[in-house]
DNA sequence: TTGAAAGCGCTAACAG
DNA sequence: CTGTTAGCGCTTTCAA
């Protein structure tokens, strides 16, 4: 390519990176060169030879959800922004696929490491220490915890939200419209802990107000058909019956509304229904679905703003908690509409 | 690293890529070593050196959508258990952004390129004809078309469908339920090209039966908001009034679904109404929405399939035509669900 | 079974 | 403004 053009290598390699160093007739030809080889600088050579990593490796449990896709978005947006690329890989929810992809994305040499959620396995948390130690920024998203007592672990940059918080106030919403038999449903995935957290703190908010709470676990398959099934078995519980479920997401809560509408069961009189993610679905149906508004893209974008500032800055990122919002629509109130707040 | 084994460079590369080569006690020692230091290798310089990428690239428009999360899905199942790494980017249906992505995805190096449908830019095809024209193969998915006449481009490899079929199978089957005055919505998204080859492909078909046809473009935003304000308009035209609807995608047509429910409009007697891409929520509404089923998930294993085939043969790679499936459900047909699968 | 030498394609640093 | 030299961290090839 360089001498198609005429012309040494460093001064394509110049001309690609600050075009206004190179004499515009050198820049000409080369820019002839380029086009008529079709020439594609090795990305390989220039990040070894360069030493200076531009990409961010980022985790995410799946993209396929539009909850992480759309932080993915945020990410790729605000990164791309400053030149650097985000190379993304999908765990699954599975705390041993994570470690593998961890693995396999150190190998880019990233400048930084997003990772998802707190709980990782002891291979990946010393892989992510190692890095953090080497000076590589790491940072957790989607949560946003106090240190657990007793953890010798190294902490992480934490951007997201409480799922305590979370949990807790979707007991508050339902106890305040009067309810006082209550469930709720848990996701399958087995390694959603932060499903689980809020469901802990959902049944222990309720129990402490001298409500009843049971959880129940939402069969794996179509979210839909689940939250189907699971209406069925809630209707079963009782007597007392119970008359108000919370669910760990709003594919589950929609399955559970739409069978409740086929049974001719007054939703929210009869069962009043509380999702998680505020999916565009929810606001469709009919009562609307009452769910908890989350910051999807403002994890992403946040996320690249904290990390750019670390890198720049040659210091660990900030830490971010980021606002979450209780939509309360139909299927938890006969009339109008409120909203409850983060703290 | 390799001086805390007490070994060479070499040594410990070759312990990583064929462990039985290493004396025991050597690898012994490098496996200590190995964790002891959290050493990754740098994949920049081992491609770098070793030439080979075992790098796949893939294009599509989106991610978040499940459509094309499915294809992602596939794909990386089939390219990782053969040893090869994804990158995906994302173009957002945009043939400025895929030319832009595609520069910057073959940086790397790939093995081999996937490409979304078989439009592009001058630019994005010159690289693709270079790649091609160097042994790489490239793979053009979700799309199955018989060269335009009169192209001189260079073709390449298409593994998906064909949109002209499937638009016409559409028409027949509202026009064999009695409709005479049809409607194609469109989604607001201009690049999306296979849509409106649907929609023309759909309003011949339809009119060269002698019924009518018109032709509607959805509004940007939330989908499901777009189909329902699309069903207003709908109901405005004529008279004699449309009885039947085609859309663009599932989301469109479930909002207008939805809406229709919401005004007390009987569906299908008084409108039907027809979707694209059988999304999770489609059968659970009441009534069903019926919908073309696609190859989601096929479409990215047999790319990866053929990719793998083609790269281990060093010859082009297939071309696969796959199956879709249109599924009648209750938004077309009052009694009874039948089916009709692609030619 | 292990090592030494050379080089992958590019860029940093320094000259001119 | 452009070129020369050296070297990024690994793998290939050949030798021991």
Redesign the pocket.
């Known amino acids: ?1 360089a001498q198609a053009a005429g ?5 394509v ?2 001309f ?2 600050e075009p206004a ?3 515009s007739d ?1 820049a000409e030809r080369i820019r002839a060169a380029l086009s008529r080889t079709g020439y594609v ?2 990305k390989q ?2 990040l ?5 990593g531009n990409i961010v490796a980022a985790l995410l449990p799946n993209l396929a959800n539009s909850i992480f896709a759309e932080t993915a978005q945020g990410l790729s947006d605000g990164l791309q922004a400053a030149g650097y690329e985000l190379l993304i890989a999908a765990t699954g929810y599975s705390l041993e696929r994570e470690e593998h992809q961890l693995r396999a994305l150190l190998g880019w040499q990233p400048a930084a490491v997003v990772v998802t959620g707190r709980r990782h396995s002891p291979g990946a948390l010393q892989l992510l220490a190692h890095a953090k130690a080497a000076g590589t920024p790491v940072i957790e998203i989607w949560d946003h915890h106090p240190p657990e007592r007793g953890a010798g672990r190294t902490s992480f940059t934490q951007i997201g939200f409480n799922h305590d918080e979370v949990g807790r106030a979707m007991a508050e919403h339902l106890l305040r419209a009067g309810h006082r038999r209550l469930a709720y449903v848990d996701s399958g995935v087995a390694e959603d802990y932060r499903a689980h957290e809020r469901g802990m703190a959902f049944t222990a908010a309720v129990r402490a107000a001298g409500a009843s709470a049971t959880v129940t676990v939402a069969p794996s398959g179509d979210a839909f058909d689940a939250g189907r099934h699971v209406l069925g078995v809630l209707m079963q519980a009782g007597p007392p019956a119970i008359t108000a479920a919370a669910f760990a997401n709003d594919h589950l809560a929609c399955g559970a509304l739409l069978e409740a509408q086929a049974r001719g069961l007054a939703v929210p009189q009869r069962l009043a229904l509380l999702g998680f993610g505020d999916f565009a679905i929810a606001r469709q149906l009919d009562p609307a679905l009452s769910s908890v508004q989350l910051p999807r893209l403002a994890i992403g974008t946040e996320t690249a703003r904290s990390l750019l500032d670390a890198l720049r800055r040659r210091k660990g990122a900030a830490p971010v908690s980021l606002p979450w919002t209780l939509v309360a629509r139909g299927s938890t109130a006969p009339s109008g509409a409120s909203v409850a707040t983060a703290p």
């Open positions: 390519m012309v040494t290598a460093i001064t390699s110049r690609l990176r160093v190179v004499a050198t600088p090795n050579a220039g070894l030879a360069s030493g200076a």
